[in-house]
């Protein structure tokens, strides 16, 4: 079945500087990668989302990246605050008979410092 | 627009008791709902999947008669703990998706149950 890696764990960066966060799957077939980031004891948030036709997708500071033929795709944030700092999960699709489900990455606890 | 609630927030209860979770999609209909476990500081487990009207699809390892799914209506799923013990304690979050491919999951609030 599909197996998702992510790194880094953890991630520090300054204030303004940029962040970014790899992923790699394992199931060829997987065709949508959403990421999604998650604040202390709350909801995980889709901030992003790529689908296999597309090779990038931008939206303001934070864009990914899709290589699948290398199997990976990144999260990039430019320009980095405060409140960017979360949990963020990338995934992948599975698709079965009862609709697209998804497979976590471990996440990144982002820490961005003033 | 995508608006997940899902009820109880907190569950504090004695060992040997059933609990019941809902999850509803307030502003769509949702095509699937999935069911998530979390650990503190760990990833989403995905649960089981489930669509309306018809039984769900659980995961290599997920106890279908410890964790059942019901999926009434287009807008609300509920997961039943069936007499649930310390270890089942956790956080556990549901998704809603409209149409069966490629379509983002929108989470819900989560869980967070505590078996005494």
């Known amino acids: 079945g599909e197996n998702v890696e992510q790194h880094p764990s953890t991630l520090s960066v300054q204030e303004g500087d940029s962040a970014v966060i790899k992923c790699t799957y394992s199931?060829?077939?997987?065709?949508?990668f959403p990421w999604y980031k998650q604040e202390l004891g709350k909801r995980p948030q889709l901030i992003i989302d790529?689908?296999?036709?597309?090779g990038e997708k931008k939206d303001q500071r934070i864009a990914v990246t899709l290589n699948k033929t290398a199997k990976h795709f990144s999260l990039h944030i430019t320009e980095t605050q405060p409140e960017d700092s979360a949990v963020y999960f990338c995934?992948?699709?599975?698709?079965?008979?009862?609709?697209?489900?998804?497979?976590f990455g471990k996440g990144t606890t982002l820490s961005v410092s003033s | 627009g995508a608006v997940v609630s899902q009820h109880p927030s907190w569950v504090i209860c004695k060992s040997g008791t059933s609990v019941k979770i809902e999850c509803r999609s307030l502003?769509?209909?949702?095509?699937?709902m999935f069911w998530y476990r979390q650990f503190p500081k760990q990833s989403l487990m995905l649960m089981a999947t489930?669509?309306?009207?018809?039984?769900?699809?659980?995961e290599q390892g997920v106890e279908k008669d410890k964790f059942l799914i019901n999926h009434a209506s287009l807008t609300l799923s509920t997961l039943t703990v069936t007499s649930a013990h310390p270890e089942d304690s956790s956080f556990y979050i549901c998704?809603?998706?409209?149409?069966?491919?490629?379509?983002?999951?929108?989470f819900g609030d989560g869980t967070r149950l505590s078996i005494l």
């Open positions: 998704s809603a998706q409209t149409g069966v491919y490629n379509q983002p999951q929108h």
């Open positions: 199931d060829s077939a997987s065709n949508y």
């Open positions: 790529i689908r296999s036709n597309v």
């Open positions: 995934a992948a699709s599975i698709q079965g008979q009862a609709g697209t489900a998804l497979i």
């Open positions: 502003d769509f209909q949702a095509t699937t």
């Open positions: 489930s669509n309306e009207g018809s039984k769900a699809t659980y």
